[in-house]
């Protein structure tokens, strides 16, 4: 069961505690050990889940030698900007970073286009075959990623039908990654909770199916297509294994395929600026788009169950 | 009143009986024309997109699989059929049963840290009165680090020299300093560890999710009774949680069964094939020899863990149902 | 009705989208001039050592208007290179190590250039042996050889001097080597000898190195029938030296994972003291790792004093695709001719090369193995003299000794497997202080003998 998204939902952050009373909380018992554990766990939280992101950062400053022989201080020979801007230039992670924008663009509007398709014909036009499609998306659901990956490849290289290896192609990145059921899953049920007299309106006002996608129900979905959008970004700035074999050629890799490799050839204090770059995007989209992100993984939770 | 059951294409098909002043007439012949004009062919070119990107990328390269593994292919010379041989060479390949073992460690050890953990740390965080946004915010921050930054990060933190950031650090505390990746004994759970850092914060969320549905009342009238707080965790919160936590634990066993980058970017399956797990013998068979693959035993191999996967599944549906039955 | 002709519309769009990805799909028109494509640097390379190779094929261009050079960045690793022959994405020259070329050549993923190759000026003067490598077993000439290198042992003069050791004479046996590591170890605190252990056929290759040197041979025979040996008691000896520097010595640092670039990186920060690897690494120690020269050694591998101990020497071969036509071969052989062989062959070819690498600060005169005879080698060398920028009397340990020493290919038959099958011994060793050295290599030999007999 999940909430509605458009309406105001108990959210991660507006529903309150509801495990220890307020008089429960007056108790000493409680208010030292189980604050004391939240405490705790807030200290912990920022120690482990902050601490190596804040090392990196320093570190992405520091000179190399610095790092190497004292980790763990604070700029004892000042701080080397320049890692960041030979990581961008002479590394090339700029190049590398457009790289990984490209892709993930590419692969967002793929994702999006084919689940809001997808998932406006399955929920509104509801044709009789509709069931038959259904029962096939989840069944990739069911199927671990590993079963796709070799004949995947095989396909890439060898397409049946085009004598044209797709390797080295942005297309090949793109286009599977389009293949996301969960993503189809998540649209439908989303406009199968739309209201219907939206559309039987649309319908009376003399709108045909591709009316009624574009101007009704596409500009209803922003919140499915908003977290839709955040994951499909995500997942496309964090792939390696694929975009390691179907990549080849080093100029148009990826920022997770290029960083192993060039790591023998960089100087540490360059390459941890170069990791911390990397991680720029991700964490900044986190901090704006948080909604997006927690409440997508909120519903994850609740989908696949 | 239209309700969510009903087919929009009701709407617009002819192919419903129509009613002129109540008579009924003959059901209108289902001629092509009828069928684009019904919107069968807008339906079908909505659907075009997701059958055709499904139907490459998903539903063909699944039957290939099966296909492949009674294969030999090496993409020079056509392929040919050599019936159960993959399987067979698989069966007998002395680094499998290391594989295996080692995958299995490491799903178990990623339950052990990464499954009772989370738990806690939600049910604390749900009862937060403040700061609630700044604990998921935290909680999630290493799950949205690409995954190749995070385990390069590690490995500098893994040096096992004592001047290494984590012997330095334990090394304040008289601790170490330790071998980490460089020891077959201590190698896997540092990639446990990374890898517990890195996505036990999705499931901090999941569970933060799901104990906001949990029913307050219950809760009221656990304290009217005069239940501890332990008791109220333990006879409330975890029996309405025992759907969300059967398949966290479900999908995280079938996620850790598929390892691959950790063990290929920290050691690359060493030392000693200590970190060898099944996705990496997978991806060894398949693009490991620069002379060309061997693409059949590695589909063999990707289909019995898959197949093990889908027994394991149905047998773990079937020892919980009881649990889960509401 | 309005959505059926916006239907009919839609259906005639997408069509004619398809048409349009499938046409564009196909092969570009040919054009008058022959367009190939080139390995160049290896991905990473400086912006200087870039515009090197750019300014080299400027002068090819130059002199060959007819052909057009497409360079690609190119590095030779083992998956990698799979999937580019699988995908037929290879550049129309590209390189591949000795290892692989004849294995390639035999199945047919490299071009047949016999009759362009023979036509070459100084064809007869090849080394046999090292045409031979890219020569096919029916006799065909798959591949020209790039650079010929012999495994070396590369120290640092300053830790040499650190410990009390004298930096112009490298340990010239194994017992001395262990002592020298053992000393820096200790009055250091670096790590004195190291040697790469990655799961990446590295380890199996410096370990073959090792015991090649002490006489030991990792096959007997070629081809899938081939015996592997990979347990024989040299390597017996070589694991237990190995162990105990590891554990009895402690001179091997505290990490162990290193494969080619991290160990020569490494080297290059000065942590390490000794370690082995091919003679012609010093380009990378600039190129990647900006190393301060006056640090560098180069001396030659400690052999025993035996018949059989010999040097493992290894080399690059340059190829060409299969699918290449009679053009495009034409123009790949005239490129090799050019940019890999002549500098060799021919004076001023020879000194244009240095000057143009000396203008972007790379390496000229790094020790390599002679091409053809030793006598060209010799006068090769004396030609670029005057810009020879490397610290070639540091090299003098490795110069003067290394025509002494018996070059013994490296084993022929499934080379890469040998290697790889040899990886988990020596990660066993140098991570598990009880590790039972003789099943090691018993269970490494049966992996290698099974991939042998499949030809894998």
Known sequence: ?305 | MATVDDPIDAYWTDSEPARVSGHEYRRARRTPVTWVRGGGLATLLFLLPMLFVFGAFSWYPIVRTVIMSVQHTNLVSPATWVGLDNFRAVLHDPLLPKAVENTAEFAGLALIFGYPVPLVAAVLMSEARRFRGVYSALAYLPVVIPPVVAVLLWKTFYDASPTGVFNTILGWVHLGPYPWLQSQQTALPSLVLESTWANAGGTVIIYLAALTGVNRELYEAASVDGASLWRKVWHITIPQLRGVLLLTMILQIIGTAQVFLEPYLFTSGGPANATLTVLLLIFDYAFGNSLGGDYGQATALSLMLAAFLAVFSLAYLRATRSWSAK | MKSTRMTALLAVIVTSLLAVFASSVSSAATAKTVTISVASLIPGSTPAAIAQFNAQVAEFQKANPSIKIKPVEYQWTGPTFAAKLAAGTLPTVFEVPFTDARTLGDNGQLADITTEVTNLPYFSKYNKAVLAEGTTAKGKIVALPKGAYAQALHYNRKLFVAAGLDPNKPPTTWAQLAADAKQIAQATGKTGYAEMAKDDNTAGWIFTTVVYSLGGRMEVGRGTSAQATLNNPKAVTALNMLKKMRWTDNSMGSNFDYSWGDINQSFAAGNIGMYISGSDVYTNLVSASNIDPSIYGLGTIPLAKNKTAGVLGGGTEVGVRPDANAAARAAAVKWIDFFYERPLVNKAQAIRNAQTLVASKQPVGVPALPLFNKKQYDLANTWIKPYINVPLAQMKPFNTNIFNQQLVPEPAASTQSVYHSLDAAVEAVLTDKNANIQQLLDAANSTAQGLISQGK
Do not use: C
Not at chain 1, 131 to 140: D, K, N, P, Y
Not at chain 1, 255 to 274: D, E, H, K
């Open chain 1, 1 to 305: 069961m999940i909430a509605f998204p458009g309406r105001r939902s108990r959210s991660v952050e507006a529903s309150g505690p509801a495990l220890v009373g307020p008089d429960e909380w007056r108790r000493p018992l409680v208010k030292w050990g189980f604050g004391g554990a939240q405490l705790l766990l807030l200290v912990g939280l920022i120690v482990i889940g902050l601490g190596p992101l804040v090392w990196l950062a320093k570190s992405a400053i520091t000179p190399t030698n610095d790092t190497i022989t004292y980790p763990m201080a604070l700029f004892p020979h000042g701080a080397a900007w320049s890692n960041l801007r030979e990581a961008w230039t002479n590394v090339q992670v700029g190049r590398y970073f457009w790289n990984t924008v490209e892709l993930a663009i590419g692969s967002w509007f793929v994702q999006v286009f084919v689940a809001t398709t997808a998932g406006f014909a399955l929920s509104v036009l509801r044709p009789k075959y509709a069931r038959v499609i259904t029962a096939l998306l989840l069944t990739t659901l069911f199927v671990p990623a590993v079963v796709l990956l070799v004949p995947l490849y095989v396909e890439i290289v060898h397409p049946p039908l085009i004598h044209h290896s797709f390797i080295d192609s942005y297309w090949a990145v793109w286009l599977p990654a389009g293949a996301s059921a969960f993503n189809v899953v998540l649209v439908t049920r989303f406009f199968d909770n739309l209201p219907r007299e939206i559309f039987e309106a649309a319908r009376i006002d003399g709108a045909g199916p591709f009316r009624l996608f574009w101007s009704v129900v596409l500009p209803m979905s922003r919140p499915i297509l908003g977290v839709v959008s955040v994951f499909a970004v995500l997942a496309s700035w964090k792939d390696f294994l694929w975009p390691l074999l179907v990549l080849t050629n080093p100029d148009e890799q990826p920022l997770s395929v290029r960083l192993p490799q060039i790591q023998a050839q960089t100087s540490l204090g360059v390459f941890l600026a170069a990791l911390f770059i990397a991680s720029l995007v991700p964490i900044i989209g986190f901090l704006i788009f948080q909604r997006s992100f927690l409440r997508g993984t909120g519903l994850g939770g609740a989908i696949k169950g």
